[in-house]
């Protein structure tokens, strides 16, 4: 894919942020381009099911028919028509007649998900409306949020950086988020998450009230080459530890009284080795 779109960080943080206007609505996004519909964008709760454009390469349906031997097209065509009839979700009945594992319709709603939302975001002149539904019809567990899909987004498309990324937080051993600087358009996106679970969930990146203000902050830092280490305290006493590297800023949360001696010696004895390209 990344050979087919020149990526723009700026596009994509746009199209996550009229994502997040949605306010944990259900309904779907429609991205139109000169009146003509590109795709739509479909979400529960304000968390993606799955997305489509006319650009999109393969179906989602290849890419259930390539990840399970379980599956053929006949029987795929079978219960697509039986879910068209009865409104319900092509892929959790397929998990549910055991023709594909939970782990791959997830793998495989990711993969289209997250292609046709760059398609969406690289378009050029696109305009976005609401259009509401009323009943949730998908399972929570087969649903994505913003990080997710941005940081499948970034590995599709920055392999190596978020490798190198990854090494990063797994050598400090904080919970925490790694973030690619595009100094070019001065925006930072996320291309690696360590415990997720651990770190507060309104300061996650494209998640809760305080993601403006984190995002703003890192990137009204991120072209300051003197700034390579700095921490402050979260609205809940919590200390957040900034540690930037060639090419990545990592967000580290702090618990416990000698967790910040430890990341400083973690730190000195860090590779000074280059963020892989």
């Not at 046709?116 to 050029?124: F, K, R, S, T």
């Not at 009943?135 to 950086?161: A, C, V, W």
């Not at 797994?170 to 651990?198: I, K, M, S, Y």
Request: glycine residues 8%; proline residues 4%; neutral net charge.
């Amino acid at each position: 894919m990344g050979a087919e779109l020149a990526f723009r960080p700026g596009a994509w943080v746009g199209l996550v942020a009229r994502v997040e206007q949605t306010a944990g609505a259900t309904g779907a996004l429609v991205c139109e381009v000169d009146g003509r519909q590109l795709g739509s964008v479909l979400l529960e709760r304000g968390r993606v099911c799955w997305a489509v454009t006319r650009s999109t390469r393969r179906r989602l349906s290849d890419l259930l028919l390539e990840r399970s031997s379980d599956l053929t097209r006949v029987q795929l065509e079978a219960v697509y028509r039986l879910c068209r009839a009865r409104s319900i979700p092509l892929g959790e009945e397929l998990v549910r007649r055991g023709f594909v594992s939970p782990r791959q319709l997830r793998e495989a709603l990711v993969e289209h998900t997250s292609e046709a939302l760059v398609h969406m975001a690289e378009a050029d002149r696109a305009t976005y409306r609401w259009v509401p539904h009323r009943t949730p019809t998908y399972s929570p567990k087969y649903t994505f949020d913003n990080l997710e899909l941005t940081l499948r987004i970034g590995r599709m498309i920055h392999q190596e950086r978020s490798d190198a990324a990854e090494a990063r937080l797994a050598a400090l051993g904080f919970p925490g988020v790694a973030f690619r600087v595009a100094e070019d358009e001065g925006v930072v996106l996320p291309v690696a998450v360590r415990d997720r679970d651990r770190i507060p969930a309104a300061h996650l990146p494209c998640e809760g009230p305080d993601l403006r203000a984190l995002r703003q902050w890192l990137e009204s830092h991120a072209g300051r080459e003197s700034l390579r280490f700095a921490v402050w305290h979260d609205g809940e006493g919590r200390r957040v530890a900034l540690v930037r590297t060639e090419m990545l800023l990592l967000v580290l949360w702090l618990d416990g009284a000698s967790a910040l001696g430890l990341l400083l010696a973690r730190l000195a004895n860090l590779p000074a080795v280059g963020d892989a390209e």
